[in-house]
């Protein structure tokens, strides 16, 4: 290994580096190891990669059963993703059960990918100092991951209603829990603790209104008082509770 691997923080402390013996310290980077004939997953300092010449980094167990990896999609994942594993198989791309011609689109881990992307870029830390404004937020579940995973307050601005099942049965199955997705993963969710699964999880603040730069600028106006502001949130609204999702778009009933 001549460049460093690509590693994760280390969380708790008490566990010992495979290579160097010595004990790793919460935020070091560590990486993942595994003896050539398989067996248990080993964590090491990223600084003793030179010493790995007797071991292998483990393949991805999302790219094992799954065939993809949303990490790796973006450049976070520290273990390995070789094709020799997928046996010739590819993601489904089936077709929809309403029978139309388009394939069916793999991003159900587009949510968990791009609020990753976000605490990369911005930091947490920039994150947790103010508000996200999701526009065009959907559904609610960048937001309602956004809450829950990382503490980051968000508000949803969409005009349709939220629609969080899908996210909260997982919460309720532990499906977010650290011991379910892995120290990759829960890494970028440090709101998720053992047993988190038990209580309530927060519903995010929701904006039901179309959001136009027009309408922006006009509320930003020095001459533009709270009434004013009152009777506008009051009208879109309205309006956006006249509007209903079908399959030919947005029709306002």
Sequence with gaps: MNSLPPGVLCKSAGKLCVLCNAETIVGE???PLQSCEG???MWAHVSCHELATEYETPICRHWKRLGRCPMNENGYCVFTHPLSVLSGSMPSTTRKKWGGRRRLLQNQYSTNSFRIWLAQTFTLDYLKSGVVLDVGGGKGEL???LLNLMGVESVVVDPRELSLGNVEKKW???MYLPER?????SAWQPEVESGSSKRLPKIPNHLRVF????SVMGLLRD??????VADWLEAARRIAREVKWTTRGLQQH
Aim: glycine content about 12%.
């Design 143 to 145: 937001s309602w991951s």
């Design 172 to 174: 309720r199955k532990g």
């Design 29 to 31: 980077m560590i990486f």
């Design 39 to 41: 067996g248990e997953i």
């Design 211 to 214: 959001f136009s730069a027009a």
């Design 223 to 228: 001459d533009c008082t709270t009434a004013i």
């Design 181 to 185: 997705v892995g120290p990759v993963f």
